[in-house]
């Protein structure tokens, strides 16, 4: 999200650190500044807030509070006009529990008009296009503070009644942005009596739209599920700022300090008559507390920090607390859900104190001859496979047909896989089609990993060649292996030992060409007692870096004092695919070397 410099100094009296320094300050406590742009007499900072900060950061407001902890700087109090009208004919029902709180109010015989300049070059500044003194005062809050917003044109509603209800099969809404989303039972929706007004947390409709015409409105401040939002946003295929504050969670409290901001501001830019907020929360968020002692910390941290130094902390980030005997009772803000267990608080302290702080030095391990279970079973039966000859291989979790569907997934590859012989099979299929790279007469390959059922998880062995596929359970496997299983249960140690040091040694990775291969046959006959040697050392000279695999001998005879050597040459690029146009040279210049000896080419 991009961040106005001069937007964030208004949270503060004291003159901000030049934006160097802050960008410094944010990346090394706090997130990542992926970019610094300097335009006019403001400086734009573009972040990359976390998904577990989301909730909170994705704000002006939650920045300004990050940097108030890391620069040590005090933050002014907003005061916002608070409108405590007692009469309203707003009626608000809430027909599902996914829409977790839902505030309404309605601003009577507002003037639309054009935004004032600080209001438009704010939004500006961080890439929004200014409309109307309505839109861009909601586009301004929630960019201020997180909360999204919206108002709609009362007078385009059959009645000041707003129902949040599932929609219908078969109802469509048109969005502000002209497209049109057919509706279901799945997605929640905003309405009137009659028909949809907006889909909920993600995009109004066309058919409450506030024009220039528009004279009384119904300001929306609401708080949705974020997996209803998140799910919904890709199944209609719309993703907007709104969605992005949704789906990662945003506290329901939040929503009564953005109805006050919004409503003053409205009340500032086009007047009107403001009514009583109808508040609909059926559910409360509770007060959450964390307990965390200074020994608590320092024991995870490795570190010597004083309690001084901790409640220093929770003083910068604005904490209420209570301490006895170095040990706090921390008040965690509602806005701060990221907050859960004890060691959430252990990583605010490193990160507000500085990673720096901490000594560089590696932990005592303890020795540990315990064996893992699981690990011995699976090393074991690898072990195994592996002196029988088989080669193993790792296959696609994701398969194109299963028993537990992926919503997050690739289209052609949605379901989790329920068993291991699927991908075993293709493996060997590709790896045949490719034995004259592979250098070898056969395919013998075997994966262990885990299948997935509708209500369980098991880890298979699966093993097998063109002939055919076994697979079983782990323990199934191991259950036909007894003798050898004890002897290895009884060796364990020093089998890991000689597993990961005398095998360490593999050589060089070099990744497979996507692109194919082109193999030839040549045989030649040389005169008896002559080294088929003499014949590689040609191939390997003349092949060009397109020779990719050793020569390979796959026939010879011996006829009239001559000996017939029939090699396999395998040629392949890793930019490019190559062609007959390509390798008939190179073959014509073996060739031709060969004939130069006074050998034979059949």
Known sequence: MKFSYNWLQNYFEEKLPVPEKISEGIIFHSFEVEEIEKKGDDTIFDIKVLPDRAHDCLSHWGIA???????????????????????????????????????????????????????????????????????????????????????????????????VRNGKVGEKLTTLDKKEVILDESILVIADEIEPLAIAGIKGGTKAEVDNNTKNIIIEVANFNPTTTRKTSKKIGINTDAVKRYENEISPELCSIVMNAITDLIYSLAGGEVEDVVDMYPKKVEEKNISISVNYINKRLGSDFSKKEIESVWKKLNFK??????????????????????YDLVEEVIRILGYERLEEKLPKLEPNNKVNELFYKMLFIRNKLLEDGYSEVMTYTFQDKGDIEVLASASDKKFLRNNLTDGLKESIKLNLLNLPLLDTEEVKVFEIGTVFSKNSEEIHVAYGDKKGIKEMILDKFLATTEKEKEFLKDHFIEFIGFYSEERGDVGEFKPWSVYPFISRDIAVWIPEGVAP???VDIYKDFGTELLVREPKLFDSFTKNGKTSYAYRLVFQSGERTLTDEEINPIMENITEKITSLGFEVR
Not at 324 to 337: A, S
């Open 65 to 163: 509070k990050e940097i108030s902890a890391i620069f040590d700087l005090q933050m002014k109090n907003k005061d916002y006009k608070v409108f405590d009208p007692k009469t309203t004919t707003l009626k608000i029902e809430v027909e599902d529990p996914k829409c977790l709180r839902y505030m309404g109010r309605i601003v009577r015989n507002i003037k639309i008009g054009e935004s004032p300049e600080w209001l438009k070059e704010s939004l500006k500044s961080i890439g929004q296009r200014p409309i109307n003194n309505i839109v861009d005062a909601a586009n301004f809050v929630m960019f201020d503070l997180g909360q999204p917003i919206h108002s709609f044109d009362l007078d385009k509603l059959k009645s000041p009644i707003i129902k």
């Open 321 to 342: 607390y209570k301490e006895t005997n170095e040990k706090f009772e921390i008040e965690i803000p509602f806005l701060r859900i990221d907050l859960v267990e004890p």
């Open 533 to 535: 040697e003499k014949l």
